[in-house]
């Protein structure tokens, strides 16, 4: 329930007043005795309500809305007036203003106005939060493309942990898309506006780990040039992406243990703590506590790491979201290769859905930019080992329908007399490969 209510009068018997009253009725209060500070103090989307004199030094209560206005016009503004501004106020709602109380006021008259203002507000808070979800799947499913039960858990797993305050470690194998992933998760949280800063740990040389992690002042080292921001200060207010963390040398997991636990790095060569606010997503293959059994990775650091986790399935394990992946590659290789995209044929599909993947979708997209090239001297290899001729043909039928429903956007109708199906056993093989009309509707 929303009851926060920021109170702005230059009088400070009318804010203690103000504040003793709201107190006792339990809402959070805080005062400004003028407009200047509440402004500069004011979080985007404050859940509650502003009490303002009209009549201050400074910027004025009718500035302070007509201000508000331009930032949030949805945001209740309540202005407290003497006798001879009733007809300011009143043109004042006419300009956004939620009410007026004249003075002296009682308390009741006050909270009267107050609750229904923050109703108000709580209803308008809630459609945001309603169109941004909505926004942010829309948003999510153009990055993370696929339709197979696997994938849809994995965006609602993201549109989850992207708006919390905790470390995650997702795994997955190579080529599936980690990096991706965790670009996902900073998008569609708090810290969209901060840097996302991306750094493999297996693609640094151990002697010049410490100093890209946390930098280094001049002089530090032979050859240190000028003083180097690190990776983790870099990442200050944002998110930092440990890829393939599993690298990491242990002196340096040890030391990155103490940022996570004490928010403060040190450059090399510096003496002074530098505070850090930053949110560490990492990628791995392998599972961190096995590497920590085997002595090749610091088991404290691994927990911290793995506050939330995130499995990315291969490719082999969606093999439904490989024509839609192949599709989005081949177009976009063709945009930007200037070549036109050939229709796919019936053999190159199945050995799309019938191929293993060891590469993900990395290899996947590979093979879409050799098609538009013209190179098909590496087509992809025909049947994965121990893939039954029954997943093979659930693959195949699903990719039908699903090409079919596109081609018609989503007219039943249509689809059905192009595949000559009785209306019933196209139900069940919609239910069964989970597939819906309005996913397809033009």
């Known amino acids: 329930m929303l009851n926060s209510v920021i109170v ?79 007809p300011m106020a009143v043109d ?9 109380l004249e003075k002296p006021f009682s308390p009741e008259t006050l909270l009267n106005s107050l609750r229904r203002a923050l109703d108000k507000r709580r209803l308008v808070l809630e459609n945001r939060a309603l169109h941004e979800q909505a926004d942010h799947r829309s948003k999510l499913e153009a990055s993370l493309l696929g339709v197979s039960p696997g994938l849809q858990t994995l965006r609602r797993q993201i549109l989850d942990l992207a708006g919390l305050p905790v470390n995650v470690l997702i795994r997955g194998e190579t ?48 050859g240190a040039q000028g003083k180097r921001i690190g990776k983790l200060e870099y990442a200050d207010g944002g998110t930092l992406f440990l890829d393939e963390i599993e690298s990491m040398p242990l002196a340096q997991q040890v030391k990155l243990l103490r940022v996570l636990q004490e928010q403060k790095l ?10 850090v606010d930053l949110r560490i997503i990492a990628a791995t293959k392998p599972d961190l506590l096995d590497e920590a059994r085997a002595g090749r ?7 911290r790491l793995n506050v939330a986790q995130l499995r990315l399935p291969a490719l082999r394990e969606r093999r439904e979201d490989i024509p839609l992946l192949y599709a989005h590659f081949s177009r976009a290789a063709a945009q930007r290769l200037g070549r ?17 993947w060891p590469g993900n979708v990395r290899e996947l997209a590979n093979v879409a930019e050799r098609q538009v090239l013209g190179l098909d001297d590496h087509e992809p290899d025909a049947v994965e080992p121990g893939q039954s001729l029954a997943a093979q043909q659930e693959a195949f039928e699903a990719q039908c329908l699903r090409a079919a429903l596109t081609r018609h956007k989503g007219d039943i109708k249509a689809v059905l007399e192009e595949l000559q199906l009785p209306r019933r056993t196209f139900n069940e093989k919609l239910q069964r490969h989970g597939l819906t009309r309005e996913m397809f509707l033009g």
């Not at 502003?50 to 202005?79: F, H, K, N, W, Y």
């Open 8 to 86: 702005v009068d230059d009088e400070r018997s009318i804010r203690d007043a103000v504040e003793q009253w709201l107190s006792l009725s339990g809402f959070q209060v805080k005062l400004f005795s003028r407009a200047e500070e509440c402004l500069a103090q004011l979080p985007v989307n404050f859940p509650g309500v502003i009490l303002s004199d009209v009549r201050m030094p400074g910027i004025s209560g009718l500035e302070l809305l007509a201000t508000l206005q331009q930032r949030d016009a949805e945001l209740p503004v309540i202005l407290l007036t003497g006798h001879g501004d009733v």
């Open 92 to 100: 004042a709602m006419r300009d956004g203003a939620y009410d007026f």
């Open 175 to 222: 080529g599936s898309g980690k990096e991706l992933v965790a670009r996902c998760l900073h998008d569609f949280g708090p810290r969209a506006d901060k840097p996302f800063v991306a750094l493999n740990c297996a693609a640094i040389p151990e002697q010049l780990f410490e100093a890209e992690l946390f930098g280094h002042e001049s002089g530090a080292f032979t």
């Open 266 to 275: 040190e450059r090399l060569g510096a003496n002074q703590s530098i505070d």
């Open 297 to 303: 990775f610091r088991e404290d650091l691994a927990y």
């Open 340 to 356: 036109s995209v050939a229709p796919l044929s019936g053999p190159r599909l199945s050995r799309l859905l019938s191929h293993d």
